[in-house]
């Protein structure tokens, strides 16, 4: 299996412009997350899915964040107007299941820069 | 709300030295505890978990960890570094009871020298 892929792996956008993060799950796997990291804040859950559905959004910052996963193979997080506090790295994760008997499989990341 | 602390940002050690990272957790139960690795560039890999049992747990790449109640931590230790090694490790909780997230510290970097 590739692992989890996400795309773009770099992102440098202007301010007020639309982001969208992809993100491909490995297969079979029912949960997937969606994380940013920040030098200031660490890394932090943004939200996350099983089997496609939102579980838990309480970690997106704001309404101009949001994720969908239209099916099980892959999901968005999506930035409308973007900001410069949003530069961050932003990464996908995906499980078989939850909890600590299932690992969480990290993609590689999608560094974003909004200036 | 439980937490995670790293109290070291940086750390910087000579090849072929012993390593240790320490990781402090907030919280009342025993939790369950992780250890992942960030190589540059690359997302996070996990290294080792502990649930119950066996306090010394044992992880991929030589590392382990020894998980002790009465001090609150789950210190990472490595016998002997290798310029390989150079990279982020992040201490992770998750809740007995709500499994679903992993709380991360603030990470550690870890510079080797030959």
């Known amino acids: 299996d590739a692992g989890v892929i996400q795309s773009p792996r770099h992102e440098v956008t202007e301010m007020g412009q639309e982001v969208t993060l992809r993100c491909k799950p490995i297969?079979?796997?029912?949960?997937l997350f969606w994380y940013r990291q920040t030098m200031m804040r660490g890394l932090e859950l943004l939200i996350y899915?099983?089997?496609?559905?939102?579980?838990?959004d309480s970690g997106m910052p704001e309404d101009r964040f949001s994720a969908k996963m239209p099916n099980a193979s892959f999901s968005t997080l999506k930035i409308q107007p973007s900001e410069p506090r949003d530069s961050a790295v932003y990464f996908c994760?995906?499980?078989?299941?939850?909890?600590?008997?299932?690992?969480?499989?990290f993609g590689p990341g999608t560094r974003l820069t909004v200036l | 709300a439980q937490s995670v602390t790293q109290p070291d940002i940086h750390i910087t050690v000579s090849e072929g030295a012993s390593l240790e990272l320490r990781c402090n957790y907030s919280?009342?139960?025993?939790?369950?505890l992780f250890w992942y690795v960030q190589s540059p560039g690359q997302g996070l890999q996990l290294l080792l978990k502990?649930?119950?049992?066996?306090?010394l747990v044992q992880g991929i790449k030589g590392f382990e960890a020894e998980f002790k109640r009465s001090q609150s931590s789950f210190n990472l230790r490595k016998p002997s570094v290798h310029w390989s090694d150079a990279a982020e490790y992040f201490c992770?909780?998750?809740?007995?009871?709500?499994?679903?997230?992993?709380?991360f510290g603030t990470g550690t970097r870890l510079q080797v020298f030959p």
């Open positions: 297969s079979g796997h029912d949960y």
């Open positions: 994760a995906s499980s078989v299941g939850t909890g600590p008997y299932n690992e969480q499989f």
């Open positions: 502990y649930f119950s049992g066996d306090t």
């Open positions: 919280y009342g139960a025993t939790p369950y």
């Open positions: 992770a909780v998750g809740e007995p009871y709500n499994t679903d997230k992993l709380i």
């Open positions: 899915f099983n089997n496609n559905v939102p579980i838990d």
